[in-house]
């Protein structure tokens, strides 16, 4: 359900957690994230405002936000762009079953339930009380 993506994201923010900037190399090292995701993942914490990316001499990445603001459930959404527990909750996701029977799924409307618990529970601390 939550990607090895993911779960790298998650740590090279942790790997940011004290303020300062480092290379790709260092987070990789610091937190055993294989160097052939990082760059990938960084992009896409970079265009979801997670982290920022300084380019050349001197460069490396750094927070973007604060983590007393940062949730794992922001961290997934920038790597994950379809975090749900089956894809019927996708938006605009057409249901044979419940077109060819004219009945509501009692199974979706369970899993958007526990979705909605999922979602409320990875909002519900931020990074900087996970990372303490």
């Known amino acids: ?9 998650v ?12 290379t790709i ?3 990789c090292r610091k937190e055993q994230v294989p160097r052939q995701f990082a760059y990938k993942i960084l992009k896409k914490l970079e265009k979801a405002g997670l982290v920022r990316i300084r380019r050349g001499a001197g460069g490396g990445c750094s ?3 604060g983590l007393d603001v940062l949730t ?3 961290v997934i959404r920038a790597t994950d762009e379809e ?8 938006q605009g996701y057409r249901c044979e079953y419940a077109e060819g029977s004219g ?4 199974v979706h409307c369970e899993l958007a339930r ?13 990074l900087a009380e996970l990372f303490c």
């Not at 359900?1 to 994201?9: G, K, L």
């Not at 975090?83 to 996708?90: A, E, I």
């Not at 526990?114 to 931020?126: F, G, K, M, N, P």
Request: proline share 2%.
């Open 1 to 9: 359900m939550i990607t090895r993506e993911s779960d790298y994201a």
């Open 11 to 22: 740590r090279m923010i942790r790997a940011l957690k004290d303020g300062e900037q480092l």
């Open 25 to 27: 190399e260092q987070i």
């Open 63 to 65: 927070l973007g936000r």
């Open 72 to 74: 794992l459930l922001d």
């Open 83 to 90: 975090f749900f527990l089956n894809p019927c909750l996708k």
């Open 103 to 106: 009945h509501n799924c009692l």
């Open 114 to 126: 526990v979705q909605a618990i999922l979602e409320r529970e990875l909002r519900h601390r931020t």
